[in-house]
């Protein structure tokens, strides 16, 4: 396999800030898979991926609902609705997955324009990725998981279909660049995104055939965002769903540095705010507790803190409040 980290390690070095993007910059082609129910920073990252991309700095492929909350996949693509964005490809994980009551799905889902009519209707989030990744350049997609990994074991064990003749795992080792994951807690111990559905999870990080950064609980915990977006309207889906969720006051940030890492960071433009280890690989056994290994070495790696949470929350939060051009006239 190839030493994509220390590719990282030679060529990282251009530096951005919130505000600043080199003019030559290519957009990160992306699938992002999330598990919009429980949490609400999901919403925030959301709200981060559109504000890029209309910065010109990512272009989202494909999404896909990893849990089975149907409201969730209704919520996303209002959220996406509102980001003048509803063609975005978006599947769900169908079969078995986790289920967890929302305290804004249903509400966003009822109180914003959406296209899609039920997650019934939805296709299969591997049928969606298959179609994404098959007409990508090969090496050129950086999938970010914020939820289950469900849906990303299910895309490997998949098998030859009308859009590739390869197999899931051939698939996406032609075509993916990375894989970001927020999940686990380094160096040891038992995280939601791998719990909740811990076989898939194990299965989806043992099997995956490109590189993986971990983006892990540590990281987001106490990075708190969220209290700016009083300041937005109250048209503005990404703040009801923080009012809905504790009244739009500050809270942890896990899924968000997965996000922004996954488009920013992968050209070292965020040494300023995070390191990288890149020594050993994460084990998950079958009940989902994980532990990093030191040995063997296999193409893993993990955010480790460096700039104060602070100055990385007000990054990302930077970007939260960001409104679509249509809404800002």
């Not at 980290?5 to 030559?24: E, H, N, P, W, Y």
């Not at 899931?168 to 660049?177: N, S, W």
Request: charged letters at 20%; aromatic letters at 8%; glycine letters at 8%.
């Amino acid at each position: 396999m190839r030493n994509f980290f220390l590719s990282l390690a030679i060529t990282g070095l251009v530096v951005f800030t919130s505000t600043t993007r080199a003019d030559d910059t290519t957009p990160v082609k992306m699938i992002f898979d999330t598990d919009i129910q429980g949490d609400v920073d999901d919403v925030g990252t959301v709200a981060l991926l559109h504000a890029l991309a209309d910065r010109g700095e990512v272009d989202v492929l494909a999404m896909g609902v990893s849990c089975k909350n149907p409201w969730s996949p209704l919520c996303l693509d209002a959220l996406n609705t509102y980001f003048g964005r509803p063609d975005i490809p978006l599947g769900v994980v169908k079969g078995e997955a986790f289920l967890k009551p929302s305290k804004y799905a249903q509400q966003i889902a009822e109180e914003f324009p959406h296209q899609l009519k039920s997650a019934e209707q939805a296709p299969d989030a591997v049928e969606v990725y298959r179609q994404a990744l098959a007409e990508a350049e090969d090496g050129s997609v950086v999938m970010v998981s914020v939820g289950q990994l469900t849906n990303l074991a299910n895309l490997l064990k998949s098998g030859p279909d009308s859009y590739s003749e390869l197999s899931g795992e051939e698939l996406v080792a032609d075509k993916v660049k990375v894989w970001v994951c927020m999940g686990c807690k380094i160096p040891a111990g038992k995280e939601a995104n791998i719990i909740h559905d811990p076989l898939p999870a194990k299965y989806a990080v043992e099997h995956w055939p490109t590189p993986i950064v971990f983006s892990g609980f540590e990281i987001g915990r106490d990075m708190l965002t969220g209290g700016a977006l009083k300041s937005l309207p109250t048209s503005s889906p990404v703040r009801r769903a923080y009012e809905l969720f504790n009244g739009i006051q500050p809270h942890n940030s896990y899924d968000q540095t997965a996000a922004l890492y996954a488009i920013r960071g992968l050209d070292g433009g965020l040494d300023h705010l995070w390191d990288l280890h890149t020594t050993g690989y994460c084990h998950i056994d079958e009940k989902g507790a994980n532990s990093w290994r030191e040995s063997p070495n296999k193409d893993h790696a993990y955010l480790v803190e460096k700039a104060p949470k602070q100055e990385v929350a007000a990054v990302i939060e930077a970007f939260m409040l960001h409104e679509p051009e249509t809404k800002q006239n």
